[in-house]
């Protein structure tokens, strides 16, 4: 069997529970589902090259929750930057930088659109 038939069967089998763990660890469906599919790619990417893991479900519950975690993190970077540069805008008197501003905000809110960072 190889790599993708063995990613394809571990999906089949064990999804729904390493789904119910993520969410249960993250309290979201999107985001869990999100990890989970993550963690997929990442099997298809290592598991070639390093070997299938004795536990494949178990590796992708753990890569799973770190995916998580990564979206968590970026989401709340981007959360963060988002509301410095609201804050820089709202203090800004001068008319060149207030235009940069406005500018750089509406092309980080567009990209937001077309990169998922949640």
Known sequence: MNVDQVVDEVFRQESGRILASLIAQTGDFTLAEDALQDAC????????????????????????????????????RWEE?????????????????????????????ASSQSVDTR
Not at 49 to 76: E, T
Not at 87 to 104: I, P, Y
Request: contains cysteine; hydrophobic residues 45%.
């Open 41 to 76: 790619v990442a099997a298809l990417q290592t598991w070639p090259s390093a070997g299938v893991p004795h536990n494949p479900a178990a590796w992708l519950n753990s890569v799973g929750r770190r995916k998580a975690i990564d979206l968590l993190r970026r989401a709340g």
């Open 81 to 109: 930057a988002m509301a410095a540069y609201g804050r820089a805008l709202e203090l800004c008197r001068n008319t060149v930088e207030r235009h940069f501003l406005q500018r750089r905000l509406s092309e980080m809110a």
